[in-house]
């Protein structure tokens, strides 16, 4: 129930019951449990309750889970349906191989710079800055948000890092916009426009 969430999209109680294969009952004492220890959110409208996950660091948590789970002592393999892992949505950013080339190429031009105090955290460099201003994205504000600024996000298929945190969250609000990803209305794929593979290979080499 917890991943079906990572979309960001609310559900009732009786489809995350669907989801998961159980009784409504047993769904709804299992979501209970969920809200008592902060892992979901739920708003009462009309008659339905909706539930959601209760913010990005219970779903950054989820995707860490993820890779931890499917890593292996073989060589590693994505068994990943193929839509999911060209792009999808975690939670409010961009993951999946698209994500991961952007994390990477993003490094390669010298955008981010690590974290002073934070090992697991980036800043822009000056150029990163002025990149990504170009594009529309408010990076003081984005700065200002009570959140991470821009994280090294694990990705679940992928065993390696996208941009995760405020940053992350502020590119995908940007590829929506600009349509170089649409998403899907009922899962986490996100499909790359013939746009979004232009405009990605023109600014960013990817």
Same mark, same amino acid.
């Given at each position: 129930? =917890?991943?079906?969430?990572?979309?960001?999209?609310?559900?009732?109680?009786?489809?995350?019951?669907?989801?998961?294969? $159980?009784?409504?009952?047993?769904?709804?004492?299992?979501?209970?449990?969920?809200?008592? !220890?902060?892992? &979901? /959110?739920? $708003?009462?409208?009309?008659?339905?309750?909706?539930?959601?996950?209760?913010?990005?660091?219970?779903?950054?948590?989820?995707?860490?889970?993820?890779? $931890?789970?499917?890593?292996?002592?073989? /060589?590693?393999?994505?068994?990943?349906?193929?839509?999911?892992?060209?792009?999808?949505?975690?939670?409010?950013?961009?993951?999946?191989?698209?994500? &991961?080339?952007?994390?990477?190429?993003?490094? !390669?031009?010298?955008?981010?710079?690590?974290?002073?105090?934070?090992?697991?955290?980036?800043? =822009?460099?000056?150029?990163?800055? /002025?990149?990504?201003?170009?594009?529309?994205?408010?990076?003081?504000?984005?700065?200002? =948000?009570?959140?991470?600024?821009?994280?090294?996000?694990?990705?679940?298929?992928?065993?390696?890092?996208?941009?995760?945190?405020? =940053?992350?969250?502020?590119?995908?609000? $940007?590829?929506?916009?600009?349509?170089? &990803?649409?998403?899907?209305?009922?899962?986490?794929?996100?499909?790359?426009?013939? &746009?979004?593979?232009?405009?990605?290979?023109?600014?960013?080499?990817?």
């Amino acid at each position: 129930m =917890l991943y079906c969430l990572m979309d960001g999209h609310a559900r009732t109680s009786t489809e995350l019951a669907i989801v998961a294969g $159980v009784n409504p009952s047993t769904a709804s004492a299992h979501l209970a449990r969920l809200k008592d !220890q902060q892992l &979901v /959110k739920v $708003v009462a409208q009309g008659k339905h309750r909706y539930y959601s996950l209760q913010g990005v660091s219970v779903a950054t948590a989820l995707e860490a889970l993820m890779a $931890v789970a499917g890593r292996s002592a073989e /060589k590693f393999v994505p068994n990943t349906p193929n839509r999911l892992r060209a792009a999808r949505t975690c939670y409010d950013h961009m993951a999946g191989a698209v994500a &991961v080339s952007l994390h990477d190429r993003f490094n !390669q031009l010298g955008w981010l710079s690590a974290s002073s105090t934070d090992n697991n955290a980036y800043d =822009l460099s000056a150029d990163g800055e /002025k990149a990504l201003a170009s594009l529309g994205i408010d990076v003081e504000a984005t700065r200002l =948000l009570r959140r991470r600024f821009a994280s090294a996000c694990i990705d679940w298929s992928e065993r390696r890092p996208h941009v995760g945190g405020a =940053l992350g969250a502020a590119l995908l609000k $940007v590829a929506l916009k600009r349509r170089w &990803v649409v998403q899907d209305l009922d899962s986490r794929a996100l499909r790359l426009t013939p &746009v979004g593979q232009r405009e990605m290979r023109m600014r960013f080499g990817v």
